[in-house]
C-alpha cells in the first residue's frame, strides 16, 4: 500500500466536478491532502484552480463527487458551515470589509472562529482577550501601525496581507492560499511567504496553496498537483513533477500560445 | 472601529436630549410639548429603522407596519380590556409579539434569497396590511381609527400637585434680562398632570429604548451586522450565518418598533391608518434616518428633531418672515408665503443630502 492510503488525510476530494453549461472546469479531481503538508497547486491559467478552490471551500456547489473533511463529507455543506468545521480561505482578489478598521476585519475574523458574534449585551471592544490577540496577528503580519485605518485606505499589498491575516486569525485545520503574495511588493512578499511557510508540518494542519512562481513552489512545497483544463494531470514531490515531460508540455504550450 | 469620536456630535446629541428632558418646562404650551413627544416617539423608531438600514443595509418598507402593531396593540387592549395599566402592557406585549413574528416570517421567506427581495416582500405585506386595518372597521375602526382612554394617572384629568410647578419661558428671556419686558412673563406655569406624566413616561422609555440600541450596535452582534453590511460574502465565509444575523435584527428592530408604536398610541390616545400606518411616514421615517445620517444611532436623534421641527415650525417661521419683507421685498416675500411650506421643506432636504451624503452626524463625526 502507499503511504497515501494508510494514512489519514485531513482533506480529500473524490471525483470532484463542476460544468458550467457545457464546460467542465474541474473535471474529477480526486486527491488526499495530509496533516503536516503544504501542497502547491500549479497550473496554467484557466486551469481550474481558483475553481477547484472554490468547490473545495463551498463557494460553489459541485456538479459531482464529494469533499471530506477528516473523513466527513461536507460535499453538501454551505461555505460558512465549511470554515466552522475548519476550513479557512483566503481569496485571490482581496475580499475584505472595505469600511472598517484592519483590526475590526481581523477580530471579526477571531470573533467568528470562537462563535461570539451573537452576543448582544457585552461590548465588542470590550473584548480585551479577541483584541490582544488580534494586535499581536498585525504584529506578525507587519500591520500593526495601520491597525486603525480603514481598509480602503491601504495599499494594495497591505490588502493582500491584511487578506492572509484574515485566514490566519481563523486558525483553521486546512488553510488555503489562492496566490497570497500576488501584487505585493519585492520585499513584502518573502515575509508574507515565511508565515506560509511557519504552518507547514504542524500537526492537525495542512496547507493549499495556489501559486504561479516557480521558484516559491520549489523552495515552500512538499508536493505539487498540476491542473490543466480542469483535469489533475500530476501529484508528486515538487523537483519530480516539475521535471515531468508532461508538466513541461503543459506550461511550454502555454508559453507558446501567450507569445 | 474607524469612528474617532466626536465632540461636537456628542454635544449636539446631549443637547438635544437635554432639551426635551426639560422640554415642558422650557416651552410652554401643549403644542411645544406634543411636538417633544413625537420627537421622542419617532427617536426610538427611527433609531430602530436605522438598525436594519444603516447597520444590516437591509431595506425595509415594513416598518411603520410594525410600528402600528404595537400602536394597535395598546388601542385595541384599551379598547376590550379597559383603560388600566396591565392591559395597556398586555396591548403593547401582543403588539410586540405579533411584529417579530411577522417580521421572523418575512425574514425567513425573503432574506434567503437576496436582500432586495426582502424589500419588495416588506413592500406587498405591508399595503396589505394597511387595506386589512382600513377593511375591517369593526375591529379597528377602519379608516377612523380608534379612540380610548389610557390609565387614569397618564391623563390630564389626574392632578397630582395642588400648585403648579414654574417653567421657564426662554422668548421671554431676552426681555427679562434687559429689563424691557415684564418680568412676570418669564416664568411659566406647568401643571403637574397626568399629560406630564405620560410625557415623562414616553421620555424616559425612549432614553431606555435609545441605551439599549446604542448597546446593541457596539456589541459583537452589531459588530457582525456590519460586517454583512460591508461584504456579506466574506462575513459568510469566515463562519458567520448570515441568514440568522439578519432575520435576527430584522425581529429586533420590529420589536422595537411597535414598543414605539405602543408609545405613541399612550401619547396620542387614538390610532389611525394615517397617523400610525400610513405610506407617507415610511417616507418620512427614510428621510428621517438619511438625513440625520445612516449607520450611528445618534444620526437617527439629529434627523428626527430636525425633521419634526421644520414640519413643526417652517410655516410659523415663514410666516414672520413673510410679515418681515412684505413691505419692502413684495416679490420675496410671494416665495415665503406660508402655504409654499412644503416646497421650502422639500428644498432643506435637498441641500441636505446634497452636502452631507453620509448624514448630519456623519459630517459631525469626523468631517471626512
Same mark, same amino acid.
Given at each position: ?259 | ?64 407596519? +410594525? /410600528?402600528? %402593531?404595537?400602536?394597535?396593540? !395598546? #388601542?385595541? *387592549?384599551?379598547?376590550? =380590556?379597559?383603560?388600566?395599566?396591565? $392591559? &395597556? ?27 432586495? +427581495? /426582502?424589500? %419588495?416582500?416588506?413592500?406587498? !405585506? #405591508?399595503? *396589505?396590511?394597511?387595506? =386589512?386595518?382600513?377593511?375591517?372597521? $369593526? &375591529? ?229
Amino acid at each position: 500500500m502507499r503511504r497515501d492510503e494508510t494514512e489519514t488525510a485531513l482533506l480529500e476530494t473524490r471525483g470532484l466536478t463542476v460544468r458550467f453549461g457545457g464546460h467542465v472546469a474541474v473535471d474529477g479531481v480526486s486527491c488526499r491532502f495530509r496533516e503536516g503538508e503544504l501542497t502547491a497547486i500549479v497550473g496554467p491559467n484557466g486551469a481550474g484552480k481558483t475553481t477547484y478552490f472554490n468547490l473545495v471551500s463551498g463557494q460553489i456547489r459541485a456538479s459531482a463527487g464529494r469533499v471530506l473533511l477528516e473523513g466527513r463529507d461536507v460535499t453538501r455543506l454551505s461555505a460558512s458551515a465549511r470554515t466552522r468545521r475548519g476550513m479557512g480561505r483566503a481569496f485571490q482578489l482581496t475580499n475584505l470589509f472595505p469600511g472598517l478598521s484592519v483590526l475590526e476585519n481581523v477580530r471579526l475574523a477571531m470573533q467568528a472562529r470562537e462563535g461570539r458574534g451573537f452576543r448582544m449585551f457585552s461590548r465588542a471592544m470590550g473584548d480585551w482577550e479577541l483584541l490582544d490577540e488580534a494586535e499581536r496577528l498585525l504584529q506578525q503580519v507587519r500591520l500593526l501601525s495601520l491597525a486603525e485605518m480603514p481598509v480602503t485606505a491601504l495599499s494594495h499589498g497591505d490588502q493582500r496581507k491584511l487578506e492572509v491575516a484574515l485566514l490566519m486569525a481563523l486558525e483553521p485545520r486546512v488553510f488555503m492560499f489562492d496566490e497570497p503574495t500576488a501584487g505585493m511588493s519585492a520585499d513584502e512578499a518573502p515575509h508574507v511567504l515565511d508565515l506560509v511557510a511557519g504552518l507547514k508540518g504542524q500537526p492537525g494542519r495542512t496547507v493549499l496553496l495556489v501559486e504561479h512562481k516557480m521558484d516559491v513552489i520549489r523552495e515552500l512545497a512538499d508536493r505539487i498537483i498540476v491542473l490543466h483544463n480542469g483535469v489533475l494531470l500530476a501529484d508528486g514531490p515538487p523537483d519530480e513533477v516539475m521535471d515531468s515531460e508532461i508538466v513541461q508540455e503543459v506550461y511550454m504550450g502555454q508559453a507558446l500560445t501567450d507569445v | 472601529m474607524t469612528a474617532r469620536r466626536s465632540w461636537l456630535l456628542a454635544a449636539v446629541v446631549a443637547a438635544i436630549l437635554a432639551a426635551l428632558a426639560a422640554a415642558p418646562f422650557l416651552f410652554p404650551g401643549v403644542r411645544a410639548m406634543d411636538t417633544a413627544a413625537r420627537i421622542c416617539v419617532f427617536i426610538v423608531l427611527a433609531a430602530s429603522y436605522d438598525l436594519l438600514l444603516g447597520y444590516a443595509g437591509i431595506v425595509s418598507f415594513a416598518h411603520v407596519m +410594525f /410600528f402600528g %402593531m404595537g400602536a394597535y396593540g !395598546v #388601542a385595541l *387592549a384599551s379598547t376590550h =380590556l379597559g383603560r388600566e395599566a396591565p $392591559g &395597556l402592557v398586555l396591548g403593547a406585549g401582543a403588539g410586540m409579539a405579533v411584529a417579530v413574528v411577522l417580521a421572523a416570517l418575512i425574514g425567513l421567506f425573503s432574506l434567503r434569497v437576496r436582500a432586495i +427581495f /426582502f424589500a %419588495m416582500i416588506t413592500l406587498a !405585506v #405591508a399595503s *396589505a396590511v394597511a387595506v =386589512l386595518v382600513s377593511q375591517l372597521s $369593526g &375591529l379597528t375602526g377602519g379608516e377612523d381609527g380608534l379612540s380610548f382612554q389610557i390609565p387614569r394617572a397618564l391623563s390630564p384629568a389626574a392632578k397630582y400637585l395642588s400648585e403648579p410647578l414654574t417653567g421657564i419661558d426662554p422668548a421671554a428671556l431676552p426681555g427679562a434680562i434687559f429689563g424691557g419686558g415684564e418680568t412676570g412673563g418669564l416664568f411659566t406655569e406647568v401643571k403637574a398632570n397626568g399629560k406630564l406624566a405620560a410625557y415623562y413616561l414616553v421620555f424616559a422609555s425612549m432614553l431606555v429604548l435609545l441605551a439599549l440600541m446604542r448597546r446593541l450596535t457596539v456589541s459583537p452582534f452589531g459588530s457582525v451586522l456590519m460586517a454583512i453590511r460591508e461584504n456579506e460574502f466574506r462575513a459568510e465565509a469566515i463562519g458567520y450565518r448570515v441568514v440568522r444575523y439578519r432575520i435576527a435584527v430584522t425581529c429586533i428592530s420590529a420589536g422595537i418598533a411597535a414598543l414605539a408604536g405602543a408609545l405613541y398610541a399612550v401619547w396620542l390616545r387614538y390610532v389611525g391608518p394615517d397617523t400610525v400606518l400610513g405610506f407617507p411616514i415610511m417616507v418620512d421615517l427614510l428621510l428621517m434616518v438619511v438625513i440625520g445620517g445612516m449607520g450611528t444611532i445618534w444620526g437617527a436623534v439629529i434627523g428626527v428633531t430636525l425633521f419634526m421641527l421644520a414640519r413643526g415650525y417652517l410655516q410659523d417661521l415663514m410666516a414672520a418672515a413673510q410679515g418681515a419683507v412684505a413691505a419692502d421685498l413684495p416679490a420675496l416675500a410671494v416665495f415665503l408665503e406660508p402655504d409654499r411650506w412644503l416646497m421650502w421643506l422639500g428644498i432643506l432636504f435637498i441641500l441636505s443630502v446634497y452636502f452631507f451624503p453620509s448624514g448630519i452626524a456623519g459630517r459631525l463625526k469626523a468631517g471626512r
